[in-house]
T-cell receptor, first 111, second 117 residues
Framework: RKEVEQDPGPFNVPEGATVAFNCTYS??????FFWYRQDCRKEPKLLMS???SGNEDGRFTAQLNRASQYISLLIRDSKLSDSATYLC????????????FGKGTRLSVIA | GAVVSQHPSWVICKSGTSVKIECRSL??????MFWYRQFPKQSLMLMAT?????????EQGVEKDKFLINHASLTLSTLTVTSAHPEDSSFYIC?????????????FGPGTRLTVL
């Protein structure tokens, strides 16, 4: 079983749509959770951290269920600029331990 | 967030040559740097973890004699791909963090695209 698994995608959605990404992780000792965004041929960039209480940043909402070892990302009112690959990332330790990346889910927002 | 640079951003080399990639933290001291590799349509795969002043810890399956990592200062780590072959062509990305500053995230460099002919 892979450490971090994501919806394979790709997701092709029209502008304005709401889209949800799911992710599961296998290591129950994981402490930190993130969603990163990666554009084609670019480095990953932190989109948002994910907290147990759930958190929202504008059109983006992230949720964590530790019991189910499940993470989600919801994007409302999709924009063309949201087109990218979204990576689910976990860390079993602090900032000095390696991040474990999911394979990513590709999103294409269509006009 | 903190800034991490990589150089070169892309490189094309002949098979059998060695290529050095630099990763620099520009505005903070990186106690730890990580080197990742990403093949097309694949996830980032950790190659090695490097703590300043000590030997790097390599992930299983990564040849330490082929991928030489040096982290001699708190702002610079280098990855040297020795005797590169076409199968080494990939996107190499470093990230940096600073435990002492209480960072809970890693900051990524822009990546280096290596093509071995």
């Amino acid at each position: 079983r892979k450490e971090v698994e994501q919806d394979p995608g790709p997701f092709n959605v029209p502008e304005g749509a709401t889209v949800a990404f799911n992710c599961t992780y296998s290591n129950s000792a994981s402490q930190s959770f993130f969603w990163y965004r990666q554009d084609c041929r670019k480095e990953p960039k932190l989109l948002m951290s994910v907290y147990s209480s759930g958190n929202e940043d504008g059109r983006f909402t992230a949720q964590l269920n530790r019991a189910s070892q499940y993470i989600s990302l919801l994007i409302r009112d999709s924009k063309l600029s949201d087109s990218a690959t979204y990576l689910c990332v976990v860390n079993i330790g602090s900032g000095n331990t390696p991040l474990v990346f999911g394979k990513g889910t590709r999103l294409s927002v269509i006009a | 967030g903190a800034v991490v640079s990589q150089h070169p951003s892309w490189v094309i080399c002949k098979s059998g040559t060695s290529v050095k990639i630099e990763c620099r933290s520009l505005d903070f001291q990186a106690t730890t740097m990580f080197w990742y590799r990403q093949f097309p349509k694949q996830s980032l795969m950790l190659m090695a973890t490097s703590n300043e002043g000590s030997k790097a810890t390599y992930e299983q399956g990564v040849e330490k004699d082929k991928f030489l990592i040096n982290h001699a200062s708190l702002t610079l780590s280098t990855l040297t791909v020795t005797s590169a072959h076409p199968e080494d062509s990939s996107f190499y990305i470093c990230s940096a963090s600073n435990r002492l500053a209480g960072y809970n995230e890693q900051f990524f460099g822009p990546g280096t695209r290596l093509t071995v002919l």
